[in-house]
Nanobody, 122 residues
Framework: QVQLVESGGGLVQAGGSLRLSCAVS????????MHWFRQASGKEREFVAA????????YYADSVKGRFTISRDNAKNMVYLQMNSLKPEDTAVYYC???????????????WGQGTQVTVSS
């Protein structure tokens, strides 16, 4: 079993930055690929970013590429999402997720956090 707890969400103006954190406990953290998904009100949950266990390979949705950066610290069992140049359309609940593989489909994810709200005002 893997437990995920997100933090760092909040209200920010368009063009601003936020850094989300995800604390991971349970089974061997370093064996999991870590992900961020988001779900805006009235919309389906969507893939945002992912990082392999080694931290070498990262993947991003086109909508956030160049603005968001995913990283991990295996020694601290932490995953981060640095979000820059935020836009109102980035407003959503952001979820940390863990899986043995890189996945972009929500149904395939093994473990989810409870989510943290990010609101970007125009």
């Amino acid at each position: 079993q893997v437990q995920l707890v997100e933090s760092g969400g909040g209200l920010v103006q368009a063009g601003g930055s936020l850094r989300l954190s995800c604390a991971v406990s349970g089974r061997t953290f370093s064996s999991y690929a870590m992900h961020w998904f988001r779900q805006a009100s009235g919309k389906e949950r969507e893939f945002v970013a992912a990082i392999r266990w080694s931290g070498v390979s990262t993947y991003y949705a086109d909508s956030v590429k160049g603005r968001f950066t995913i990283s991990r610290d295996n020694a601290k069992n932490m995953v981060y999402l640095q979000m820059n140049s935020l836009k109102p359309e980035d407003t959503a609940v952001y979820y940390c997720a863990a899986d043995k593989a890189i996945v972009v489909v929500t149904a395939a994810v093994d473990y989810w956090g409870q989510g943290t709200q990010v609101t970007v005002s125009s």
